[in-house]
């Protein structure tokens, strides 16, 4: 069965970067592109980027282009996500989710990592 | 940027009766819209894809319909498990993708 598990919570200070990861399992992974997710208490769910699994190509929200990097690394069947320059609105529940095969809408998701931001 | 908007925010229903709900796009989407349940502190589920397409193992009781800029997804009666978060999706335009903010059915 497809499994995604995230990496644990975090605190970080401001001005500070994370770095999340995604360990997929029971399905290839470079046949599928996994997308980050963030959503801040209470907020909507907020879409950061995407990475395709086969060619390691990448697109970024342009709300966190230069702050965010994705990578993956196939022999691992993981993927990471890095968030620098941390504010306390960065402070949310970070998701990799997988893509439904190139439908761009999300079909497996991890379990969530807490990323707080704080003095 | 595709600006999504769900209505009502909160919907009361009683067990066994229908929920329907809506989903806004500033821009048509042809089909390109999926919805997702969320229930609290669990990641979200995907429900439906190409606006009427059910997910795998996602029940009969769930439908989606419409196409361009409006489209509603109806549960047709409500189970206890049903009660939670439901977000809709637009990936007809991105980056970025965009969700609604999500209408939260509670029980009546």
């Known amino acids: 069965q497809v499994q995604l598990v995230q990496s644990g919570a975090e605190v970080k200070k401001p001005g500070a970067s994370v770095k999340v990861s995604c360990q997929a399992s029971?399905?290839?992974?470079?046949?599928?592109?996994m997308h980050w997710v963030r959503q801040a208490p209470g907020q909507r769910l907020e879409w950061m980027g995407w990475?395709?699994?086969?060619?390691?190509?990448?697109k970024y929200s342009q709300k966190f282009q230069g702050r965010v990097t994705i990578t993956r690394d196939t022999s691992a069947s993981t993927a990471y996500m890095e968030l620098s320059s941390l504010t306390s609105e960065d402070t949310a529940v970070y998701y990799c989710?997988?893509?439904?095969?190139?439908?761009?809408?999300?079909?497996?998701w991890g379990q969530g990592t807490l990323v707080t931001v704080s003095s | 940027e595709i600006v999504m908007t769900q209505s009502p925010a909160t919907l009361s229903v009683s067990p066994g009766e229908r929920a329907t709900l809506s989903c806004r796009a500033s821009?048509?989407?042809?089909?390109?819209l999926a919805w997702y349940q969320q229930k609290p502190g669990q990641a979200p589920r995907l429900l439906i894809y190409?606006?009427?397409t059910r997910a795998t193992g996602i029940p009969a009781r769930f439908s989606g319909s419409g196409s361009g800029t409006e489209f509603t997804l109806t549960i047709s009666s409500l189970q206890s498990e049903d009660f939670a978060v439901y977000y809709c999706?637009?990936?007809?335009?991105?980056?970025?993708?965009?969700f609604g903010g999500g209408t939260k059915v509670e029980i009546k």
């Open positions: 821009q048509g989407l042809s089909s390109n």
């Open positions: 990475i395709n699994g086969g060619n390691g190509n990448t």
């Open positions: 029971g399905y290839t992974f470079s046949r599928y592109s």
């Open positions: 190409g606006a009427s």
């Open positions: 989710a997988r893509d439904l095969g190139q439908r761009f809408s999300f079909d497996y």
């Open positions: 999706q637009q990936y007809n335009n991105w980056p970025p993708l965009t």
